[in-house]
């Protein structure tokens, strides 16, 4: 597999041309492919030390998501669809099987039937979904059921435009091996959904899977409530070559699992721009089989060559796990330019204690994050020992002109105390997890960033040939900490993806590092 390597510093600033695999013989590489997806990320140095085939078993449940699926995909008995009006909708839903333009005459109300199943289902290429600022809108009985209000598969040049999906339950729209999907003003409102019977389940107002040359315009998804292992506003699974754009999530809760607005795993050249996720929450009562309760505004999982521009999280909040307003987890080649994040409180328990809160953090390889800003980033009595602005976590990340601002540790109370950790404006992206902790930030480049109003600007622990150029700090308590050979005690608890619970005591590697004195 061939590993691209970094532009020089000055063309980083100049706009950072990542570098495209070659597209021609051996080396193309498609979503269709994600073991060349996986490969790539696990070429970089510090990824070696991870054990992949682990690590993808845990994290990757694209399959385990596309199987639960299959009670939709396999549903049988519907309603063909003949007339290019739709007027009404029977329990076992309607089935669009040939081309053409399809459009609402009015409101639509939908009482589905007690099985999987969905409102519409659309398996013919050439189609157009009219909703006509119409609303769909669902009474379900049973809000554990596997339902969909729109469907497509096997499909392409399937457009979705102009209207409301109202009260669905598993998915407002799902669309599986799709290509040439466009999504365009349509909301999905009211989905409620509670099922913690089956592991990995996530609704998603909209959720697209093995799909290329996808647009998503203009969307909105909000006020979902659900108790489930996970929950997503938009999810995209297994994609190559798409937009999001103008997209606005808002009003997820996840009463005993995380919560999630953007989030793709396995896909490439995805570019997302002007969305915002808003209002997020996440719960914990006694589910500690799911992979966690994070609150993530915005979360890309093995993914490769996506671009974020012009985006914001705000009003993000965590119980007992991780919250942050971005992460890039383990993902390689990412640029994102101009995202802002405000508010992101982390620890909001019964407990009084999370894992950590973030404005952007970084695990990955080769990512570039300019022009960010974050604000109001507040961990309580955080099992990591940190709430961040900027964090950094493997190799070759640079950060160009990034502001943090009002970034704190503090117990229930609002209390601050280094026995508490540090509420640090830029630093190392902590986890007590092996391989995890092991693995310090390398090559990580900081300019031109400044840290305002927080117990520490920059953290230099953990880094290693790292540098901190013309970088500012306003109204922090420590402006560099440079810690050589302390060590901190980090944990984590099954709530927060440690079972049974763990400590861990971790010795600052920081070396080779360049930075200004005080």
């Given at each position: 597999m061939m590993?691209?390597?970094?532009?020089?510093?000055?063309?980083?600033?100049?706009?950072?041309?990542?570098?495209?695999?070659?597209?021609h013989g051996e080396e193309e590489m498609s979503a269709n492919d994600p073991q060349a997806i996986i490969?790539?990320?696990?070429?970089?140095?510090?990824?070696?030390?991870?054990?992949?085939?682990?690590?993808?078993?845990?994290?990757?449940i694209t399959d385990a998501i596309y199987n639960i699926n299959s009670a939709i995909r396999l549903q049988q008995g519907q309603s063909p669809q003949t007339d290019n009006v739709i007027s009404e909708i029977p329990p076992q839903g309607i089935l669009i099987s040939s081309p053409g333009t399809y459009t609402f005459f009015a409101d639509i109300t939908w009482s589905p039937a007690s099985v999987a199943c969905a409102a519409i289902t659309i398996i013919s290429d050439n189609v157009v979904l009219d909703l006509g600022n119409f609303n769909l809108k669902a009474t379900v009985q049973d809000n554990s059921q596997l339902m969909a209000g729109i469907f497509i598969v096997n499909a392409s040049h399937v457009t979705i435009?102009?209207?409301?999906?109202?009260?669905?339950?598993?998915?407002?729209?799902?669309?599986?091996?799709?290509?040439?999907?466009?999504?365009?003003?349509?909301t999905i409102t009211g989905l409620s959904f509670n099922n913690l019977s089956i592991r990995n389940i996530s609704p998603a107002g909209i959720h697209i899977d093995k799909a290329s040359q996808v647009t998503i315009a203009d969307c909105a998804v909000q006020y979902m409530y659900v108790t489930s292992d996970a929950t997503d506003g938009i999810q995209v699974l297994n994609t190559s070559n798409g937009t999001l754009s103008g997209c606005r999530v808002s009003n997820l809760v996840n009463y005993d699992g995380s919560v999630t607005g953007y989030s793709s795993i396995k896909s490439l050249d995805i570019a997302t721009a002007h969305c915002s996720s808003a209002d997020l929450q996440s719960h914990f009562s006694?589910?500690?089989?799911?992979?966690?309760?994070t609150v993530l505004g915005f979360a890309p999982i093995f993914c490769i060559n996506l671009t974020y521009e012009d985006c914001t999280a705000t009003n993000m909040t965590g119980c007992c796990d991780d919250c942050h307003g971005m992460s890039v987890f383990l993902d390689a080649l990412i640029t994102v330019n101009?995202?802002?994040?405000?508010?992101?409180?982390?620890?909001?328990?019964?407990?009084n204690s999370g894992a950590?809160?973030?404005?952007?953090?970084?695990?990955?390889?080769?990512?570039?994050?300019?022009?960010c800003s974050v604000e109001n980033i507040k961990s309580i009595n955080p099992q990591d020992k940190q709430s961040t602005g900027f964090s950094a976590w493997g190799i070759g990340i640079t950060f160009i002109n990034c502001k943090a601002n009002n970034v704190v540790v503090c117990d229930e109370n609002g209390n601050q105390s280094p026995a508490l950790g540090y509420g640090t404006g830029f630093g190392w992206a902590p986890d007590p997890r092996i391989p995890f902790r092991n693995i310090g930030a390398y090559r990580v480049q900081y300019s031109a960033c400044s840290a305002s109003n927080c117990q520490v600007g920059f953290d230099t622990w953990f880094h290693v040939n790292s540098t901190w150029t013309h970088v500012s700090f306003t109204n922090c308590d420590t402006n560099i900490l440079v810690e050589p050979g302390v060590s901190r005690i980090l944990s984590g608890n099954p709530c927060s993806e440690c079972n049974p619970p763990i400590t861990a005591s971790i010795t600052n590697i920081a070396s080779g590092n360049t930075y200004p004195p005080e």
């Open positions: 590993v691209c390597e970094r532009s020089r510093f000055e063309e980083l600033w100049a706009g950072f041309a990542v570098c495209k695999l070659n597209r490969g790539k990320i696990f070429s970089y140095d510090v990824f070696n030390e991870l054990d992949k085939a682990a690590l993808v078993a845990k994290l990757d435009l102009n209207g409301t999906l109202v009260d669905m339950c598993l998915y407002g729209i799902c669309a599986e091996s799709v290509s040439a999907l466009t999504i365009e003003n349509v006694s589910n500690i089989q799911t992979l966690g309760h101009n995202f802002t994040a405000n508010t992101v409180t982390d620890g909001v328990a019964r407990s950590k809160a973030t404005g952007l953090e970084v695990y990955g390889a080769e990512v570039l994050i300019s022009n």
